[in-house]
């Protein structure tokens, strides 16, 4: 096994650790950015801030307003003083189509992912922009 692939079991076994920060009960994802060996930023799918931490209603559906794991690791790094530019993003759940575009156009240069969504236009459009894209699944895991 390589450093690299290493590397990537154990950060991805921290972002499904982080994802049980996740109030919401359908599904918990978590994502970790990482650059130079040093994680940047992290998010779990949740409520924008200043919501109650519900996702979804009593149909067991998730309320539109409800962010993504990926997207509150990029804007929580939007915030700091970091950039995602060349930037690993970690996360539990394949990627959909919104969030890919802010990988994108964050600067992200390769995601690593573990449950493949059954929707897949947003392995697509990454792969279709340069960006490496690499499933690592739970039970790959060292």
Known sequence: MTKQERRDYLY????RTW???SYCVRRKVGALLVKNQMIISDG???TPSGFENKCEDENN???PYVLHAEANAITKVARSNNSADGATLYVTA???LECSK???QSGIRRV???????ITDGIDLLQKAGIEVVELKETDEI
Do not use: F
């Not at 991805?12 to 972002?15: H, K, L, Q, T, V």
């Not at 690593?112 to 969504?117: C, D, H, L, Q």
């Open 12 to 15: 991805m076994r921290m972002a």
């Open 19 to 21: 994802s049980e920060n």
């Open 44 to 46: 779990y799918n949740g």
């Open 61 to 63: 559906v998730s309320y």
């Open 94 to 96: 394949s990627p959909c």
């Open 102 to 104: 802010l990988i994108i």
């Open 112 to 118: 690593v992912y573990g449950e493949r969504y059954r």
